[in-house]
């Protein structure tokens, strides 16, 4: 519903439609939070263990820091980019089984909730990031052809986009950093091995090396506006395909479960 | 009196042919004076802007005239006119006149209302005065389409939103860098259109601004009016590396801006965002610059584009605007036909009397018994004779004077009693209309 409201907004461009929009999202978003709490209740732990409830986690924590984002830099418009990619994902999810899958008692540790809410807080910098990016683009293209129309002039300038798209990489590489550090100390104590080079440990090496080189590039070499945006699509598609392709290779929990 | 205006605009003609069809004001002279020694034609006026070239002329047959025009920009620029002619337009007379006043009030410009071409309209006047290729008939137009434009502006706020090319510009460095403040900004020619569009970024917080020009002085005396800093013409590409706004404006034919100096520039500045405005016709910026990464160019007639969006506003003040051209245009119809049929009467009486008078003083020398009281009476006789006769056709004559038709009339009868004009009496005529 909110996606519907975002996207009527987006072709009437009308201030009212924006704010209708966003007390459904914020709605919608109790709700989703409530959600969260229950199943953090009924299983014990952080809801993020199986696929479909990592899911979910994924995209509450993608609203959560599109809201702050949105206060803060009074930047609502992204949220008709955001809203969609949120549903998407509970649409995903909601295909996948519900049940709570208990986890391996060798998986039991505090380094969970850490580790999965880290990781899950870097995915949602770096999903911000990516829908920047795809605004970006939208924006330089339209600024390009010269053909301002439509969502040209509701869209934030190029370089407040490429700002914001810059402060999430930069928010999201630490958190991932620190995401595949406490994995390794984890799997430390539950297997007696920091890195296992499974499917899991090497993809996520590949996306840190990706936004590494992504931001060092930003930094010394220039790299930004639309290569940029484009780059930081390439590295959340990479995330993202990790994310999913182990999820459904493996069954969950990077495989360490079986 | 027959008025013709053969153009071509931005609605006509792309950018392409308006560049090859321009007069350069430094030697304009030429031109007109060629209009108006070997094409036959009274007064002419020549009218160059980025977005428009337009002749206008006085000829005596409209037809002719307006062939000649075409044929003159045809031959001048060495364009072959089947190419030319699907861009002209053509305004005869009344239509003529309407264009004039329409085009000064702005109400023609690309950008609605934009003040600039009242003051392009009065220097291509003044060209036509220098070069004495302007009439009578030229001056009294073009007062009367400066003192249109000036009600225009005064009576309806069409003026008054900031539409125009140059605040368009400031709207798309907006939707490019976000805040202006701290921005720099480089002219290189110091055009107005260019100086206006400097002053708006200025007055949004755009912090340098520099300016190169040809001639250095021009450049120092510009930036005197907004603390800028001049630089050497040759010198500009030095500087281009910490700019973030470009605004060409210089009269090059060639482009001085090419995408091999701004690739380098780019790398040098980090890919920081370039917007280039390229208000110059024939263009200075390469479009190639536009397919760097983080380079915006924008020409005079992508400019037009932003603005269109903007322009619903304009429409309903240019309604009225186009009514205070229609009241005038009658004002000064009235005016051009009395011009033509107040002498033409003055003639006629003038050609009557004096086969009167000669007719009475030979009728008088033979009858030399005559008193004082006879003569009296004969005289007063023969004048309501020819008051008389002339009763409905002078009447006529001013009636149909202020229609269409009018100079057929003045025209058969200036030809049937073979009347030659007074100019005395046409420069008195026109003064007593000079309010």
Redo the contacts between chains.
């Keep these: 519903m909110t996606t519907v409201l975002y996207s009527a907004y987006l072709f009437a461009r009308k201030e009212r439609l924006l704010s209708v929009a966003q007390w459904v999202l914020v709605t919608g978003y109790v709700f989703h939070t409530a959600t969260i709490i229950t199943r953090w209740a009924a299983s014990g732990r952080t809801p993020a263990t199986s696929f479909h409830d990592s899911l979910i986690f994924f995209s509450w924590i993608t609203v959560t820091l599109f809201l702050i984002l949105a206060i803060k830099y009074r930047q609502r418009v992204l949220g008709a980019f955001v809203s969609p990619f949120a549903l998407l994902l509970l649409i995903t999810a909601s295909f996948l089984p519900k049940q709570l899958v208990p986890l391996a008692p060798v998986l039991e540790s505090y380094w969970l909730p850490v580790h999965v809410v880290l990781a899950f807080l870097g995915n949602a910098f770096f999903a911000l990031a990516f829908l920047l990016g795809i605004m970006y683009i939208i924006q330089d293209r339209y600024l390009k052809t010269r053909k301002l129309r439509g969502i040209f002039f509701v869209l934030p300038s190029l370089d407040t986009i490429d700002e914001l798209n810059y402060k999430c990489l930069q928010y999201g590489f630490p958190l991932l950093t620190a995401a595949i550090i406490t994995g390794a100390i984890w799997s430390e104590y539950a297997i007696g091995s920091y890195w296992e080079w499974k499917h899991r440990q090497v993809w996520s090496l590949i996306t840190w090396f990706l936004y590494a080189a992504l931001l060092h590039g930003r930094l010394t070499a220039g790299w930004r506006g639309r290569k940029a945006a484009i780059l930081s699509g390439v590295a959340f598609v990479s995330l993202i395909g990790s994310y999913f392709i182990i999820n459904i290779l493996s069954g969950g929990a990077h495989g360490l479960a079986r | 009196m027959n008025l013709v205006i053969v153009g071509l605009n931005h609605k006509t003609s792309p950018i392409e042919i308006r560049e090859k069809l321009s007069f350069p004001s430094q030697t304009i002279g030429e031109p007109l004076a060629r209009l108006t020694n070997h094409y036959g034609l009274a007064e002419g006026v020549i009218l160059s802007t980025c977005n428009r070239v337009e002749v206008l002329a006085i000829t005596s047959e409209i037809e002719k005239g307006t062939w000649q025009i075409k044929r003159f920009l045809s031959d001048y620029h060495s364009i072959p006119l089947e190419k030319l002619d699907e861009h002209l337009y053509v305004h005869q007379g009344e239509e003529a006149v309407k264009h004039l006043f329409r085009v000064a009030a702005g109400l023609d410009s690309m950008v609605m209302g934009e003040p600039q071409i009242l003051g392009q309209v009065k220097d291509s006047y003044g060209y036509a005065v220098q070069h004495n290729t302007a009439g009578i008939i030229v001056n009294k137009l073009y007062h009367k389409a400066f003192q249109v434009a000036k009600r225009v502006r005064t009576e309806t706020k069409i003026g008054e939103s900031a539409v125009s090319i140059s605040f368009a510009a400031v709207e798309?460095a907006?939707?490019?860098?976000?805040?202006l403040a701290g921005k720099t900004c480089m002219l290189v020619g110091a055009g107005e259109m260019a100086e206006l569009a400097a002053r708006h970024l200025q007055s949004n917080g755009v912090r340098e601004i520099l300016v190169a020009n040809r001639t250095y002085e021009k450049a120092v005396d510009l930036v005197k009016c907004f603390c800028g800093t001049a630089i050497m013409f040759r010198e500009f590409p030095h500087y281009l590396k910490n700019v973030d706004i470009v605004i060409a404006s210089t009269a090059s034919p060639n482009f001085i801006i090419k995408p091999e100096q701004i690739h380098d520039v780019m790398?040098e500045?980090?890919?920081?965002?370039m917007f280039f405005i390229d208000i110059s016709v024939p263009r200075n910026v390469d479009p190639e610059v536009?397919t760097i990464?983080?380079c915006?160019v924008?020409d005079v007639d992508?400019l037009q584009?932003?603005v269109v969006?903007n322009l619903h506003e304009r429409q309903k003040e240019a309604l009225q605007a186009e009514g205070i051209i229609a009241e005038e245009i009658e004002l000064f119809y009235r005016w051009i036909k009395s011009l033509d049929v107040v002498p033409t009467i003055i003639a006629l009486r003038k050609s009557f009397d004096s086969v009167r008078k000669a007719e009475l003083a030979k009728a008088v020398s033979t009858i030399p018994s005559l008193g004082e009281k006879e003569l009296k009476v004969l005289e007063a006789m023969t004048s309501a004779i020819v008051n008389k006769i002339l009763h409905h056709p002078v009447t006529h004559l001013k009636r149909e004077a202020n229609k269409i038709e009018g100079d057929l009339y003045i025209d058969t009868i200036r030809k049937l009693f073979d009347l030659t004009i007074d100019e005395e009496a046409v420069k008195k005529a026109a003064q007593s209309n000079d309010d």
């Excluded at chain 2, 907006?174 to 805040?179: P, T």
């Design positions: 798309l907006r939707k490019i860098f976000g805040e790398r500045r980090k890919n920081r965002p536009n990464d983080n915006y924008y992508d584009g932003v969006a």
